[in-house]
């Protein structure tokens, strides 16, 4: 494999692009059609001269890209590898596209890590529409493993999610089903932001952005680590009637915080949510 065989492979519809050496990109891949890339033990990594976006792939509206990892010993990865400009390795979708279609991402294997976010939305608007499911392998994000500022679902059912803070739920849905969910940060920290990641140091940051979308937030089993394990706040003082758009579901599943001072599960505005 090569940059322009697993870009022309990765175009195909129904195709399934298998690495057999490693890859280092040229540019950002758009994922446009129903598409499997399976790692095979192998990397995928950006080249010296990468000319793309701030991101490796970018699923699109209507794309939906599955990633495999074959190989025996799993070590297969897609990784930013300590750039400051590309800091996400794989982003759900972009503006332009038909968003009544949605953009899917499936992960089964391998590790996908970014300096960054490993798996990213963006809250503006025409990025909505987004489903990820996370069945197996490793999503690490120096700052978050999966930032979702925008709405559309994610899915854990397996696999390792982690980051400063492991998932932060801006916007959207949120099942968990099984995995790990785990931050990495000591202390919790929550910080207003029009534009970013605004928490550290919790497993399950639930945190209404400025854009007041609704967030639906339902845990079923897992394991969930952080300085706090799941943390609800109002950073940007968002109004009561806003707030009330957030949900939170807790039947089951691990709760550990790893900071004595913090709860394993708080929330600043939503009671009753723990059966």
Same mark, same amino acid.
């Given at each position: 494999?090569?940059?322009?065989?697993?870009?022309?492979?990765?175009?195909?519809?129904?195709?399934?692009?298998?690495?057999?050496?490693?890859?280092?990109?040229?540019?950002?891949?758009?994922?446009?059609?129903?598409?499997?890339?399976?790692?095979?033990?192998?990397?995928?990594?950006?080249?010296?001269?990468?000319?793309?976006?701030d991101s490796m792939?970018?699923?699109?509206?209507?794309?939906?890209?599955?990633?495999?990892?074959?190989?025996?010993?799993?070590?297969?990865?897609?990784?930013?590898?300590?750039?400051?400009?590309?800091?996400?390795?794989?982003?759900?979708?972009?503006? %332009?596209?038909?968003?009544?279609?949605?953009?899917?991402?499936?992960? /089964? #294997? +391998? @590790? &996908?890590?970014?300096? =960054?976010?490993? !798996?990213?939305?963006? %809250?503006?608007?025409?990025?909505?529409?987004?489903?990820?499911?996370? /069945? #197996? +392998? @490793? &999503?690490?994000?120096? =700052?978050?493993? !999966?930032?979702?500022?925008?709405?559309?679902?994610?899915?854990?059912?397996?696999?390792?999610?982690? #980051?400063?803070?492991?998932?932060?739920?801006?916007?959207?849905?949120?099942?968990?089903?099984?995995?790990?969910?785990?931050?990495?940060?000591?202390?919790?920290?929550?910080?207003?932001?029009?534009?970013?990641?605004?928490?550290?140091?919790?497993?399950?940051?639930?945190?209404?952005?400025?854009?007041?979308?609704?967030?639906?937030?339902?845990?079923?089993?897992?394991?969930?680590?952080?300085?706090?394990?799941?943390?609800?706040?109002?950073?940007?003082?968002?109004?009561?009637d806003d707030i009330?758009?957030?949900?939170?579901?807790?039947?089951?599943?691990?709760?550990?915080?790893?900071?004595?001072?913090?709860?394993?599960?708080?929330?600043?505005?939503v009671t009753e949510?723990?059966?």
């Amino acid at each position: 494999s090569n940059n322009a065989d697993i870009k022309a492979c990765l175009e195909t519809d129904g195709s399934t692009s298998t690495l057999n050496a490693n890859v280092e990109l040229g540019s950002t891949i758009e994922i446009a059609e129903e598409v499997t890339l399976d790692v095979n033990g192998y990397t995928i990594s950006l080249s010296d001269t990468y000319a793309g976006i701030d991101s490796m792939f970018v699923v699109l509206h209507g794309g939906k890209l599955t990633v495999n990892d074959s190989s025996a010993a799993k070590t297969g990865k897609i990784t930013t590898e300590n750039s400051e400009d590309v800091f996400v390795g794989i982003k759900m979708t972009k503006a %332009g596209g038909d968003n009544t279609l949605t953009a899917t991402l499936v992960v /089964n #294997g +391998g @590790t &996908i890590e970014a300096t =960054s976010y490993a !798996i990213s939305g963006n %809250g503006n608007p025409g990025r909505e529409n987004t489903d990820v499911t996370i /069945n #197996g +392998g @490793t &999503i690490k994000g120096e =700052s978050v493993g !999966i930032f979702q500022p925008q709405v559309g679902k994610v899915t854990i059912n397996g696999g390792k999610v982690t #980051g400063a803070s492991g998932i932060e739920m801006r916007a959207g849905e949120l099942v968990v089903n099984g995995g790990t969910i785990e931050a990495t940060a000591t202390e919790v920290e929550i910080n207003p932001n029009g534009n970013g990641n605004a928490s550290k140091g919790v497993g399950i940051a639930v945190m209404q952005h400025t854009t007041v979308k609704p967030i639906s937030v339902t845990v079923n089993d897992g394991e969930i680590t952080g300085a706090s394990a799941l943390y609800q706040s109002n950073p940007q003082n968002n109004a009561a009637d806003d707030i009330k758009k957030v949900d939170i579901a807790v039947k089951g599943g691990n709760f550990e915080a790893t900071d004595e001072n913090e709860k394993a599960v708080y929330s600043e505005n939503v009671t009753e949510f723990v059966t």
